[in-house]
């Protein structure tokens, strides 16, 4: 049974008005599924479901029908990435009707009280919850980033859960919120080298699918910056749902069950995933920044390209927050020929559509979802190696 305080009856009983009752019967049912005792109180929410790409017609109704029905949030809440970008739509190349449609999503959102930030790296602009703060997070590498490096505690919430939290400023207090569902059951020791973001994302990638269920434990890589770890984390959840994962030396919390299983990640693994993950072709598109680009990745960027010309389009994609405080570096990569692109990313924006086929990246999560979500090859490799084949 689910106890309620008498605010969260009254929500239930409609006596808040139709958008938090519509709210609290879906926090209540999620409750009810996870046999959650109680409901708790959540600092913020990160509302995934903003592309007209993944929701279409039948989201635009549904938030449509929201705020109509006068929804409004009561904690801090903010988007994940949507469509494209709102001011450079047209440089994108995005057709005319999807771009309408993305700005009516964007239109509800905000009408609720969202902030317009739309972006999967919130915490590389302030929203950085503290250790054991409850949030209700959904975008799968933001959940894995906040219950792993910073030590927040969220669920992998759905679009609509995250926007009933954020309606009703609570969740329920079940999986993950809960200490004793977040004890590793696995230590993997690092064996192969990892040198770049993208060695990391093609560990994550290959060990997601072979780990799914568990929270591994890292040892040996005690070199990981915030942005390696991203993109660990951001593959691992892509292949394998991996929502947590603890890093012997740098994540706040290390918590080891007694007798965990152990394997080691070694570098024929990290060779032949590479090699895998890469089609060897020519790409029409290089797209950085998946998760969303920190300041540092956009400046390594535009030390690459400096003074040359790009023989195929470039897209960083970052939030509209971290795109302002790159000016000096956006002058660099624009005279080179590419673009930094916000509130969006090469998953969630048409890029099949715009009429892309070939993609290089140096993210695993991009490398999982672009092939079947937006129909591309992959050129997969560093940084510094995509950028060098194409000037
Ligand atoms: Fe973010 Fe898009 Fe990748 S939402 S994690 S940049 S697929």
């Given at each position: 049974?689910?106890l309620?305080?008498?605010?969260?009856?009254?929500?239930?009983?409609?006596?808040?008005?139709?958008?938090v009752?519509?709210?609290?019967?879906?926090?209540?049912?999620?409750?009810k599924?996870?046999?959650?005792?109680?409901?708790?109180?959540?600092?913020?929410?990160?509302?995934?479901g903003?592309?007209?790409?993944?929701?279409?017609?039948?989201?635009?109704?549904?938030?449509e029908?929201?705020?109509?029905k006068?929804?409004?949030?009561?904690?801090?809440?903010?988007?994940?990435?949507?469509?494209m970008d709102?001011?450079?739509?047209?440089?994108m190349?995005?057709?005319?009707?999807?771009?309408?449609?993305?700005?009516?999503?964007?239109?509800a959102?905000?009408?609720m009280?969202?902030?317009?930030?739309?972006?999967?790296?919130?915490?590389?602009?302030?929203?950085?919850?503290?250790l054991?703060?409850?949030?209700a997070?959904?975008?799968?590498?933001?959940?894995?980033?906040?219950?792993?490096?910073?030590?927040?505690r969220?669920?992998?919430?759905?679009?609509?859960?995250?926007?009933?939290?954020a309606?009703?400023?609570?969740?329920?207090?079940?999986?993950?919120h809960?200490?004793?569902?977040?004890?590793?059951?696995?230590v993997?020791?690092?064996?192969?080298?990892?040198?770049?973001?993208?060695?990391?994302?093609?560990?994550?990638?290959a060990?997601?699918?072979?780990?799914?269920?568990?929270?591994?434990?890292?040892?040996?890589?005690?070199?990981?910056?915030?942005?390696?770890?991203?993109?660990?984390?951001?593959?691992?959840?892509?292949?394998?749902s991996?929502?947590?994962?603890?890093?012997?030396?740098?994540?706040?919390?290390?918590?080891?069950?007694?007798?965990?299983?152990?394997?080691?990640?070694?570098q024929?693994?990290?060779?032949?995933?590479?090699?895998k993950?890469?089609?060897?072709?020519?790409?029409?598109?290089?797209a950085?920044?998946?998760?969303?680009?920190?300041?540092?990745?956009i400046?390594?960027?535009a030390?690459?390209?400096?003074?040359?010309?790009?023989?195929?389009?470039?897209?960083?994609c970052?939030?509209?927050?971290?795109?302002?405080?790159?000016?000096?570096?956006?002058?660099?990569?624009n005279?080179?020929?590419?673009?930094i692109?916000?509130?969006?990313?090469?998953?969630?924006c048409?890029i099949?559509?715009i009429?892309?086929?070939i993609?290089?990246?140096?993210?695993?999560?991009?490398?999982?979802?672009?092939?079947?979500f937006?129909?591309?090859?992959i050129v997969?490799?560093?940084?510094?190696?995509?950028i060098?084949?194409?000037?």
């Amino acid at each position: 049974m689910v106890l309620l305080t008498n605010e969260e009856q009254k929500m239930l009983d409609g006596k808040l008005g139709e958008a938090v009752q519509q709210s609290m019967e879906i926090l209540y049912a999620l409750a009810k599924i996870y046999n959650a005792e109680k409901f708790i109180s959540v600092s913020s929410a990160q509302i995934a479901g903003v592309s007209y790409k993944t929701i279409g017609d039948a989201g635009l109704e549904y938030l449509e029908d929201l705020v109509n029905k006068k929804a409004k949030v009561k904690i801090p809440s903010f988007l994940n990435p949507a469509g494209m970008d709102r001011l450079q739509w047209k440089e994108m190349k995005i057709p005319e009707d999807f771009a309408k449609n993305q700005l009516k999503i964007l239109e509800a959102y905000i009408s609720m009280g969202i902030k317009s930030t739309c972006t999967c790296t919130p915490y590389f602009i302030g929203i950085i919850p503290k250790l054991k703060e409850h949030i209700a997070w959904s975008e799968s590498s933001a959940v894995s980033f906040a219950n792993s490096v910073l030590g927040a505690r969220t669920n992998r919430e759905g679009g609509p859960s995250a926007l009933a939290a954020a309606i009703c400023g609570i969740t329920p207090y079940y999986g993950l919120h809960l200490d004793e569902n977040r004890i590793s059951n696995l230590v993997i020791k690092v064996e192969s080298e990892l040198k770049t973001s993208n060695d990391f994302g093609a560990m994550g990638y290959a060990l997601g699918s072979k780990i799914k269920g568990k929270i591994p434990s890292f040892k040996q890589i005690n070199h990981a910056s915030h942005d390696n770890l991203k993109s660990l984390g951001a593959a691992m959840a892509a292949t394998g749902s991996v929502p947590l994962y603890y890093v012997e030396n740098i994540t706040p919390e290390f918590i080891l069950g007694d007798s965990p299983e152990e394997i080691a990640f070694e570098q024929k693994e990290l060779n032949e995933i590479k090699e895998k993950l890469n089609s060897d072709s020519t790409p029409e598109l290089i797209a950085i920044g998946c998760p969303h680009a920190s300041l540092d990745e956009i400046k390594k960027v535009a030390e690459l390209v400096k003074n040359k010309k790009l023989k195929c389009e470039l897209w960083i994609c970052t939030s509209s927050e971290i795109k302002e405080k790159s000016k000096e570096f956006e002058k660099i990569i624009n005279q080179a020929g590419g673009k930094i692109i916000a509130d969006t990313c090469m998953v969630v924006c048409p890029i099949e559509e715009i009429g892309y086929k070939i993609t290089g990246v140096n993210s695993g999560k991009a490398a999982k979802y672009l092939p079947g979500f937006n129909k591309q090859k992959i050129v997969f490799g560093d940084l510094e190696k995509l950028i060098k084949n194409a000037t």
